[in-house]
Nanobody, 122 residues
Framework: QLQASGGGLVQAGGSLRLSCAAS????????MAWFRQAPGQEREFVAA?????????SYADSVKGRFTISRDNARNTIYLQMNSLKPEDTAVYFC????????????????WGQGTQVTVSS
């Protein structure tokens, strides 16, 4: 299972770091990703990181240069460092894991976290 945390309320321009702790499966063998869903909108891709050493990352255009995804296999955890936050980043953020890549909503990832709320005030 996946447990996301670290969300909260922050002013525009601020930063947050989300965490997603994994258990019950071989974490290092899985690619990991973050998605988000704003009210009334579909869930969308935010960032992904490859399995094992996480040498490959990808980002949605809307967050490139502001967000950074990373992984710590010793802690079975991924992170999403979010800087220069904007009101349009407000959403529930979900983490996902799968050995199949790329991880997308349509691919129905093997594991989903429960989500953590991020609210950015203007």
């Amino acid at each position: 299972q996946l447990q996301a945390s670290g969300g909260g309320l922050v002013q525009a321009g601020g930063s947050l770091r989300l965490s997603c702790a994994a258990s019950g499966f071989t974490f290092s063998n899985n690619a990991m990703a973050w998605f988000r869903q704003a009210p009334g909108q579909e869930r969308e891709f935010v960032a992904a990181i490859s399995w094992w050493r996480g040498t490959r990352t990808s980002y949605a255009d809307s967050v490139k240069g502001r967000f950074t995804i990373s992984r710590d296999n010793a802690r079975n955890t991924i992170y999403l460092q979010m800087n220069s936050l904007k009101p349009e980043d407000t959403a529930v953020y979900f983490c996902a894991a799968d050995y199949r890549v790329p991880i997308t909503v349509a691919s129905k990832p093997q594991y989903w976290g429960q989500g953590t709320q991020v609210t950015v005030s203007s």
